[in-house]
């Protein structure tokens, strides 16, 4: 997202059609996921003294509301660790926030889970994938192998979503009400915070892109720019929004345009679920319960930070 008000995070998205998983994938459901959060470096001044990394606490409270537990991913161990974790958890979020897509940690620990995913699906195992903001940007980088981010600043700005035609028939929108669809395209129910993000135009002539995510939804930035804003994996279950549906439930700066209408708690209530229930459909678990508690949230304790962030709340580690 951003970590002041002077500085809105870059965030893109990339959408794709419903296409059919491969036969005997997920015969069975887990009720009990753990979607991975992946951390941000600390890189502000006055969030230093807290921790090296961090995730605000609004992503936290958006998944656990679909029904998932959490689980904080730190971007400084070894592949190895990684591998052992992907084995246990359902699914994995990439926040916003502010790294180098091409060599940070962040990058580094997101191309890992990125390739276990892919394979794994591959060979009749699921794990979702969700990106928001700079973490859909992520996305396009590992996609395309090159940042191919351009200017398409839409600071502090709610906004409808102009879908496409395979909007209408993803596997993201498909429970949405019509009525709610109607709303989504109509009233400005996406919270945006970005200085850069990935042109239609971009999109479309970059082979890797074209061939892996559909876009379901694009917009207009301040420049003029035609930016991508909502995709989803053709065959993969990966998906990204540009703008922040957990802000919808859990962000109150009044400073900031945070869209808090009826439809708009619609609208981040049921992408929660609907991500979660991706998880479900992953039989990654722990082995041992104790592991498993230690491992969670819960046992951290979140830090006000309303006074010195545009945050209510954040994690640190």
């Not at 003294?49 to 609004?58: H, Q």
């Not at 192998?145 to 035609?165: C, D, I, Q, S, V």
């Not at 082979?207 to 930016?227: P, R, V």
Request: net charge negative; proline share 4%.
């Amino acid at each position: 997202m951003f970590n002041n008000l002077a500085a809105a995070i870059t965030c893109l998205l990339f959408a794709s059609h419903v296409t059919a998983m491969p036969a005997g994938l997920l015969q069975n459901t887990n009720d009990r996921p753990v979607i991975g959060i992946l951390t941000q470096m600390v890189t502000d001044e006055v969030m230093k003294p807290y921790g090296d990394t961090y995730i605000p606490a609004a992503y936290v409270k958006y998944i656990e509301s679909g029904g998932s537990r959490v689980m904080p991913i730190r971007v400084t161990y070894d592949a190895a660790y990684y591998e052992d974790v992907f084995r246990k958890i359902n699914g994995l979020i990439l926040i916003g926030g502010a790294a180098d897509l091409m060599k940070s940690d962040f990058a580094r620990v997101a191309k890992i889970f990125f390739n276990l995913a892919l394979k794994a699906y591959d060979a009749g195992d699921y794990f979702p994938i969700w990106g928001t903001c700079m973490g859909l940007q992520q996305l396009s980088v590992l996609v395309a192998g090159e940042n191919l981010l351009t200017e398409t600043t839409a600071e502090n700005e709610a906004m409808p979503l102009n879908f496409t035609a395979e909007g209408f028939l993803s596997r993201m929108f498909q429970d949405f009400p019509s009525a709610l669809m109607k709303a989504i395209s109509e009233e400005p129910l996406t919270g945006n915070f970005h200085r850069y993000g990935l042109t239609v135009k971009t999109f479309l002539e970059n082979k890797y892109l074209n061939n892996f995510f559909t876009i379901l939804s694009t917009n207009i930035a301040d420049n003029g720019a035609h930016f991508v804003s909502t995709i989803e994996g053709k065959k993969y279950p990966i998906y990204g929004v540009q703008w922040h549906p957990e802000v919808n439930r859990f962000s109150w700066d009044d400073r900031l345009n945070f869209p808090h209408s009826y439809h708009a708690v619609q609208v981040s209530s049921l992408l929660a679920q609907f991500f979660v229930n991706e998880g479900r459909r992953s039989l990654h678990r722990f082995e041992d319960p104790t592991e498993e508690a230690k491992a969670l949230i819960y046992t951290y304790a979140p830090v006000y930070t309303a006074n010195f962030t545009s945050y209510e709340q954040v994690y640190f580690f």
